[in-house]
């Protein structure tokens, strides 16, 4: 089994698109890494496979092991150990626009490809970008993830989406389908300038905050919409320095080690 190494399993899901699911996947992976931990990313947000542009990885092949599919490395380890490997869908698609026009049972027999069958070898956190939604076909991804009996889901929602029903219906998901929820995020919330570095509420501020007491579950933290971290994604190169040394300058930085010393302190508890 190809988890037999990873000691803790982590779903990151939103109940509709665009919330920053992925770009929260890739901070949470980078704060851990930048730690000492040795995370693995899978992405099976079929629908937007975006995890390899967030690593700057999109142009790397996967290659087929005698066991299965080896993952790609994301840069070198840091000096505490710490590293980076990532698997997603984009990998294997030729054309972006492939897995849209997928029926179901397509998604789903891949998506349990992707569960058994990537050699992710020692991990100390496998962090699972699941695709947008709480539709049915929701519901058979969730089995399907459930197989590999996860610690719980991270919830990634943004300051509008609490004011619907959103939230309360991605936490109901969850009980249904069974699976723990070890806290939420509120991703953009909240903007911070790029001349003063202030941080202006655009919408209201503390939703998430009243949300999770409200469903007894843990609030991880909120993040503010930092357009320099965009800059720093779409400007990465070979010739400068890992992402996850670069990210050591962010001002997302801080926050995401308090969310990720919340998160390990939950899983390990
Ligand atoms: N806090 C933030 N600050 C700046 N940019 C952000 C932030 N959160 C998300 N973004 C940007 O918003 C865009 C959408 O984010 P992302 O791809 O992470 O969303 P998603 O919920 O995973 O989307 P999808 O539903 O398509 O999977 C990306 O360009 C991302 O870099
Ligand atoms: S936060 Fe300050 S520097 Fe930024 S736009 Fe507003 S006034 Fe200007």
Redesign the pocket.
């Known amino acids: 089994m190809s988890l037999e190494g990873v000691k803790h399993v982590i779903l990151v899901l ?1 109940g ?12 949470m992976a980078l704060s851990l890494a930048r730690r000492g931990h040795r995370v693995g990313v899978l992405d099976i ?1 079929l ?4 995890i390899p542009r ?1 690593f700057n990885v999109e142009d790397k092949k996967v290659t087929q092991g005698a066991r299965g599919w080896i993952p790609v490395p994301v840069g070198t380890a840091t000096e505490n150990g710490g590293s980076i490997c990532c698997m997603s869908l984009g990998f294997l698609l030729r054309d972006r626009g492939d897995s849209v026009v997928w029926r179901g049972p397509k998604k789903t027999a891949m998506v349990r490809q992707f569960m058994t069958d990537v050699v992710w070898g020692e991990l100390d956190y496998l962090l699972i ?1 699941t ?2 939604g709480t539709s049915d076909e929701h519901i058979s991804l969730a089995e399907q993830m459930r197989t590999v009996n996860p610690d719980g889901a991270v919830i ?1 929602t943004t300051p509008q989406a609490i004011s619907t029903a959103d939230v309360r219906k991605e936490i109901n998901f969850c009980t249904k389908v069974g699976i723990n929820i070890l806290g939420v995020v509120e ?3 909240g903007f ?1 300038c790029p001349h003063c570095s202030e941080c202006t509420n655009v919408f209201s501020s503390g939703g998430g905050k009243t949300m999770a007491e409200q469903f007894s579950v843990e609030f991880f933290g909120a ?8 800059l720093m ?1 779409e400007s990465q190169s070979s010739e400068e320095a890992p992402l996850v040394e670069q990210y050591g300058k962010s001002k ?1 930085e801080p926050i995401f080690k308090d969310i990720t010393e919340k998160l390990v302190a939950k899983v390990n508890s």
């Open positions: 939103s509709k698109g665009g919330v920053g699911k992925s770009s929260v996947t890739t901070q947000d629908t937007g496979p975006n967030m970008d695709p947008p990634v991703n953009m919330s911070v993040v503010p919409i930092d357009p320099s971290f965009n994604i997302l």
